[in-house]
């Protein structure tokens, strides 16, 4: 397996622009999870997906932020509009039954 | 009180010294304990994962978890350059999210 695939792994964009981010998770694995890590926050747990189903969405920030797995083998985590206090990285990690979780690569995001 | 709590470092050491990466927890409901390197640039990556308390070792590396006291310990023998990361705490329970600690910078110097 390739792991969990994340796309794109760098983007820049205005403020006010939409950002759609996007995840494959490993193949087989029925929770999955998007994740922001900063500097001062380190990493925190934006929205968590149990068999496609939304279970946690406590950390997404605020209604700019949304999050959709349409099916078992991708999701989306979309900003609008985005802000440059969203700048990050953002991980989206895939476990079975909330076991060891596995990472993508991530997403650096600048928006300026 | 946080829920994980792990000392940020930095933690510089010699090649070759016995390094020793701690967590503390305050939730005795966590099931899983893991730990993750993550390499400057780079998405965690997973190295240890235990489910009970007690040993679990994987070449230099010696994952312990005491849950009475809830606190877990990452061991790097012999420890290399290439060991220069940071090193999160993760615990977790069956069908919940996991919660990581803030992670520690390690550099091991040549």
């Known amino acids: 397996d390739a792991g969990v695939i994340q796309s794109p792994r760098h983007e820049v964009t205005e403020m006010g622009q939409e950002v759609t981010l996007r995840c494959k998770p490993i193949?087989?694995?029925?929770?999955l999870f998007w994740y922001r890590q900063t500097m001062m926050r380190g990493l925190e747990l934006l929205i968590y997906f149990n068999n496609n189903v939304p279970i946690d969405d406590s950390g997404m920030p605020e209604d700019r932020f949304s999050a959709k797995m349409p099916n078992a083998s991708f999701s989306t985590l979309k900003i609008q509009p985005s802000e440059p206090r969203d700048s990050a990285v953002y991980f989206c990690a895939s476990s079975l039954s909330s076991s060891e979780a596995f990472f993508g690569q991530g997403t650096r995001l600048t928006v300026v | 009180q946080k829920e994980v709590e792990q000392d940020p470092g930095p933690l510089s050491v010699p090649e070759g010294a016995i390094v020793s990466l701690n967590c503390t927890y305050s939730n005795s409901a966590f099931q899983y304990f893991m730990w993750y390197r993550q390499y400057s640039r780079k998405g965690p990556e997973l190295l240890m994962y235990?489910?009970?308390?007690g040993n679990k070792e994987d070449g230099r590396f010696t994952a312990q978890v005491d849950k009475s006291s809830k606190y877990i310990s990452l061991f790097i023998r012999d420890s290399q350059p290439s060991d220069s990361a940071t090193y999160l705490c993760?615990?977790?329970?069956?069908?919940?999210?996991?919660?990581f600690g803030p992670g520690t910078r390690l550099s091991v110097l040549p």
């Open positions: 993760a615990m977790g329970r069956y069908g919940q999210n996991f919660v």
């Open positions: 235990t489910y009970s308390s």
């Open positions: 193949s087989g694995h029925n929770s």
